[in-house]
């Protein structure tokens, strides 16, 4: 299995971007999918989850209401539309699968393939 995610970049307060992951190898939508973020000198954190058809998704709370996960299992790819972005979001993102299902947010240990992780920065 191979993720690969793009659309990071730097954006100012306020603004939006739409970061994709890309997978290659095992069968796409017998994966939950998340997205997880980190910035320098803190631990991995949990932005959001979406399951297997994309029926059930789950976001932190710092970005309910902002980010929207989404998928298209037919081009094995899931999404994150950042909308209201704010500097305290900037992070390296990483798209990460999982086999694991259960309601409620996740954590690093639950994903067993990672992508190389995208650059947001948010100005202010």
């Known amino acids: 299995v191979q993720l690969v995610e793009s659309g990071g970049g730097l954006v100012q307060a306020g603004g939006s971007l739409r970061l994709s992951c890309a997978a290659s190898g095992g069968t796409f939508s017998s994966y939950v999918m998340g997205w997880f973020r980190q910035a320098p000198g803190k631990e991995r954190e949990f932005v959001a989850v979406?399951?297997?058809?994309?029926?059930?998704?789950y976001y932190a709370d710092s970005v309910k209401g902002r980010f929207t996960i989404s998928r298209d299992n037919a081009k094995n790819t899931v999404y994150l539309q950042m909308n209201s972005l704010k500097p305290d979001d900037t992070a390296v993102y990483y798209c990460?699968?999982?086999?694991?299902?259960?309601?409620?947010?996740?954590?690093?240990?639950?994903?067993?393939?990672w992508g190389q992780g995208t650059q947001v920065t948010v100005s202010s």
């Open positions: 990460a699968q999982s086999r694991k299902y259960y309601s409620g947010r996740y954590y690093p240990d639950d994903f067993r393939y």
């Open positions: 979406i399951a297997y058809s994309g029926g059930v998704t």
